[in-house]
């Protein structure tokens, strides 16, 4: 039986300085108001705040970095637990497993990993906590290589809504494990996980950038490469919409700019060669085409490319969308150039293609509830609410590109690209969402967990 640590953190309240502590967002344009809020830097402090949030009568909820805001139910009846366990990222080497803390970011997990020769399969953001991303499945800078991050998990700590601490992994209570990995939510507290890391030698990264009034020129260069691109290249393209600030170079605030930004690996010294020239067939056609206005693409180690995609280090306000698309083919690129090109004015600050396929489309042989994406292109568009355009514009332009591009829409999603609470959760079958329904009544008989369970994944 494990114990409640003899001083835990105490429960804040809305106006407390530990309140706004614990609430902080990375969506200024979702705040989350609890009716209560703790940061809990050890599993004792999650015990204690599971059994203060019962005798309150309180639900529990659960965020880290504050990425998901926008997806996250009302809190107005629960508390509030942000994860920032204390231990840091620890390294086995041999066994080529990080055991990261919740609420630790993966600009911390690359930094710990790269001195042996190894990677994480990261996302596009420094920032971003580790923890949730890959319980939310994971679209890697890699993913091509690695399949989706959640493959990766090798076990999980949690505390449940008993306030007993676990331990989960493929021989350890594979059913909650499952779950835990894609299935929605709900399932307790996590306070670590462990994931496998794989090796690198070296990478080709970078990002270039054209006058967006080349797009139809390079776009279709670029979808025809996706057709035979190999699994060691993970890329996608922006239309980008950039403010006039001091860190964004002024060649490319001046106005609309293609991006083209990814990542090809070399896993070990003998394939530096066969990267560099994996990269230079991506970007040869395309910048033969037309010059760009900047190119940073060049060799490196793997702690470059957490700053490849250049996503806001700071917490910015956010409204955005997000689909998962078939083969586009020359007419899918065309309706996606005209709702995000071919007009006077856009209200959104980026709108993406990323590249699926390869490991993407294949899921290992324990896989989580979310083991694999059947669709060859992400997509997802954001606006920020006063620089582009108002609230209404930027989803009005949301929904313009997503008519724009309904021929093509699988109707499924990835979680951690979901953008709103609006747009439910679209990765798991019926099925998958019974079974975890299974596993969380299991786990969780009372619903403690209830308003952390993502819209789409529960038929209760």
């Not at 949690?158 to 007993?164: K, P």
């Not at 702690?303 to 955005?320: C, F, K, N, S, Y």
């Not at 992400?378 to 620089?387: E, K, R």
Request: proline share 8%; net charge negative.
């Amino acid at each position: 039986m494990t114990t409640v640590d003899e001083h835990p953190a105490e429960l804040a309240r809305s106006g407390e300085a530990a309140y706004e502590a614990a609430t902080r967002v990375f969506n200024l344009f979702a705040p989350v108001r609890p009716a209560a809020a703790v940061t809990a830097r050890s599993a004792g402090d999650v015990r204690a705040a599971i059994a203060r949030a019962r005798a309150r009568g309180l639900g529990v909820r659960v965020h880290a970095t504050g990425h998901a805001s926008a997806t996250a139910r009302p809190m107005d009846e629960a508390l509030l637990i942000r994860t920032e366990l204390t231990g840091g990222v620890r390294i086995d080497p041999h066994r080529r497993i990080a055991r990261i803390p919740a609420g630790t970011g993966w600009g911390a997990v690359v930094a710990a990993a790269a001195p042996y020769g190894l990677a994480a399969p990261h996302g596009s953001s420094p920032t971003v906590g580790a923890v949730g991303y890959l319980l939310g499945g994971g679209l890697s800078m890699y993913a091509r290589h690695t399949g989706l991050a959640a493959n990766s998990v090798r076990a999980v700590e949690l505390v449940t809504a008993d306030g007993e601490e676990r331990r989960v992994a493929a021989d350890l209570d594979p059913e909650l494990f499952w779950a835990l990995r894609g299935g929605g939510g709900g399932f307790g507290v996590v306070t670590a996980v462990e994931v496998a890391l794989f090796p690198v030698a070296g990478v080709v990264t970078g990002a270039a950038f054209w006058p967006a009034g080349q797009a139809g020129r390079l776009l279709p260069l670029w979808r025809a490469w996706t057709e035979r691109a190999p699994h060691e290249a993970t890329t996608s393209v922006r239309v980008m919409n950039l403010p006039k600030l001091p860190e964004v170079p002024a060649v490319l605030s001046a106005g609309p700019v293609l991006c083209l930004d990814g990542t090809v690996v070399a896993p070990g010294s003998e394939d530096l060669a066969v990267a560099r020239r994996q990269a230079g067939e991506l970007l040869g056609p395309l910048r033969a085409a037309a010059e760009p206005l900047m190119d940073t693409w060049h060799e490196a180690g793997p702690t470059a490319v957490p700053e490849t995609h250049m996503d806001p280090p700071e917490p910015v306000p956010v409204l955005g969308d997000h689909m998962l698309l078939d083969e586009l083919g020359d007419d899918g690129i065309t309706a996606f150039l005209r709702a995000t090109v071919d007009r006077p004015r856009s209200a959104l600050t980026v709108a993406e293609l990323r590249q699926l396929g390869g490991g993407l489309a294949e899921a290992g042989p324990h896989h989580g509830a979310l083991g694999r994406l059947d669709a060859r292109f992400a997509y997802s568009g954001a606006g920020v609410p006063g620089f582009g355009g108002t609230e209404e514009e930027i989803r009005a332009h949301c929904g313009e590109v997503r008519s724009a591009l309904a021929p093509w829409d699988t109707g499924r999603t990835t979680p951690t690209f979901v953008a709103s609470l609006e747009q439910p959760q679209g990765h798991l079958t019926p099925d998958a969402v019974r079974t975890a329904d299974r596993v969380r009544a299991r786990v969780d008989p009372d619903g403690l967990f209830r308003g952390d369970v993502a819209p789409g994944c529960t038929a209760v």
